[in-house]
């Protein structure tokens, strides 16, 4: 089977990319955002779009108060805030999100997602199968037509990012 390589330069330029909390709480993260996409996003002047819910999950977990999330998950929290601070600093993060919401990221992802999909491509980066599931539906749907184009992506400890399909469906009603 041959190895599924990604273009990341088409990928910058092309596509308004989105991050989930899943993909920055993974231990590759910060070094691959900065070494393998920041360049890309600078050459483009693109950025990477991190959502106020992510960035709320994520102050969530860190300072978990009630000591319900193991001491890993709050340090791998605290770290992917520090990946947003230093991608920030690069110039490679756009901030975005309302004030005072308290949408989760998931539900956000969909909604903007599904109002976005017919003006831009739409990249989601998510660890989340079921979050890639309902993204890619909306590629094609069946009262509204075909999107501009959305890809979601892993965050594979290996290969980079790894391309997320849909199985197809035999049964349509």
Request: glycine share 2%; net charge positive; with cysteine.
């Given at each position: ?62 300072h978990d108060e009630n000591k319900q999330q193991p ?16 991608l920030d600093q690069e110039g490679c993060l756009d ?36 979050l890639s599931y309902d993204i890619l539906s909306l ?35």
């Open positions: 089977m041959k190895k599924q390589t990604i273009d990341y330069s088409l990928l910058a330029k092309d596509f308004s990319i989105f991050i989930d909390t899943s993909s920055l709480m993974r231990p590759q993260a910060q070094d691959f955002l900065m070494q393998e996409i920041a360049p890309y996003l600078k050459l483009a002047n693109k950025k990477i779009i991190l959502m106020k819910e992510v960035t709320d999950e994520l102050d969530k977990i860190q001491p890993e998950k709050r340090l791998e929290a605290k770290n992917a805030y520090k990946t947003c601070i230093k901030y975005r999100g309302k004030l005072n919401s308290i949408n989760y990221a998931d539900n956000y992802f969909i909604a903007k997602f599904t109002e976005e999909r017919y003006k831009r491509k739409l990249c989601l980066i998510t660890q989340d199968r079921k590629n094609e749907s069946a009262s509204s037509g075909k999107a501009k184009g959305i890809k979601v992506y892993s965050l594979n400890k290996k290969e980079g990012l790894k391309e997320f399909f849909l199985k197809i469906m035999t049964n349509i009603c």
